[in-house]
């Protein structure tokens, strides 16, 4: 039976695992899965009692996607996530882009209300903000955003990090700092548990609703990939030699409860209470049932959690991001 936490001070009652619609799948779309599986898999996650969809007007036509696979559904019966980049991507340099304009913020919006066929987005988030833009980006979008809620276009206001370039979860800091926005999405997986440092206790005791992203990503997916990374990061000195084995470095924790790296990942991550669900992106029904199975399940042994700490908390970089 899934479980539910609190999102925070919206009041929300979310399930533990939340479809997502982005990343290297985008329900199918970057593989050639058909429209309809990806319609099959959102109805099972309204099976499994996953009721918090999260997904983005940059998630290529996903948005499109989930408003046909969710016709017919009542909308009380999912919590919907959205969100909109405020940079003019592709122009200059991270960081130096110009930002985009109230106007074009308006028009993301109501462009995203038609394709996810509502009158209403319960969280709308401001899309992958990087520090050096987080005080422009509050101070030219927000008021905007507020005018949105009187109107009723949006109910609760978010904010998501860049993860692949803020690796000390710097504009998150803000956020939680200014405690104007209801919600975050962080970048946490057993690769980058940082955030266990400062944002997900912040969170907790300001009351912000914590969405999880990249509990798995790139690199955790890939064994070949993951052990390229953890032989560099003993060269560099960032792992010690012994940590962790050369072959399989986490196969170690795959036993009893938990049987695929990819299960540990998803359990690690819905651990902490400041996390109120943990996103996955999937095409496949039999990805979504396990994915919502491990999540369910007992949690990683604590030694084995310790032992992750250790390891990668030092670090201190988003790996998974590579």
Not at 56 to 84: F, H, M, P
Not at 137 to 144: A, G, I, Q
Not at 171 to 192: K, Q, W
Request: glycine share 8%; hydrophobic share 40%; net charge neutral.
């Amino acid at each position: 039976m899934m479980k539910y936490r609190r999102l925070g001070r919206t009041g929300l009652n979310v399930s533990l695992m939340g479809l997502g619609s982005g990343g290297p799948s985008s329900m199918g779309q970057a593989t050639g899965v058909p429209e309809a599986e990806a319609h099959r898999v959102i109805r099972r996650a309204l099976d499994l009692g996953i009721n918090l969809i999260d997904t983005a007007a940059g998630y290529r036509d996903s948005e499109a996607i989930l408003g046909r696979g969710l016709r017919g559904v009542s909308r009380q019966n999912y919590v919907l996530c959205t969100k909109a980049h405020v940079r003019q991507l592709g122009v200059g340099q991270v960081g130096n882009e110009p930002l985009i304009t109230e106007v074009d913020l308006v028009a993301s919006l109501t462009r995203s209300l038609q394709r996810l066929n509502t009158d209403h987005i319960d969280v709308f988030q401001l899309h992958a903000v990087p520090p050096e833009l987080y005080q422009a980006v509050r101070d030219r979008f927000v008021p905007v955003l507020r005018k949105q809620q009187e109107a009723g276009s949006i109910r609760f206001l978010g904010l998501s990090e860049y993860f692949s370039g803020d690796h000390r979860h710097e504009a998150l800091a803000r956020v939680l700092e200014d405690d104007i926005f209801d919600t975050i999405m962080v970048g946490y997986n057993l690769l980058s548990p940082s955030p266990e440092a400062h944002v997900l206790p912040e969170a907790l005791r300001k009351d912000i609703g914590v969405l999880v992203m990249c509990a798995i990503h790139r690199t955790i997916a890939h064994p070949d990939r993951l052990a390229e990374l953890i032989a560099e990061l003993k060269t560099r000195g960032a792992v010690p030699a012994d940590a962790l084995p050369d072959s399989g470095p986490l196969d170690w924790l795959i036993h009893d409860d938990v049987e695929s790296i990819a299960a540990a990942a998803y359990k690690f991550a819905a651990e902490p209470p400041a996390v109120s669900s943990v996103l996955t992106g999937t095409a496949n029904v039999e990805h979504l049932e396990a994915n919502v199975r491990a999540i369910l399940g007992p949690p990683l042994p604590p030694a084995d959690r310790r032992r992750l700490l250790d390891v990668f908390g030092p670090v201190g970089r988003n790996l998974s991001a590579r």
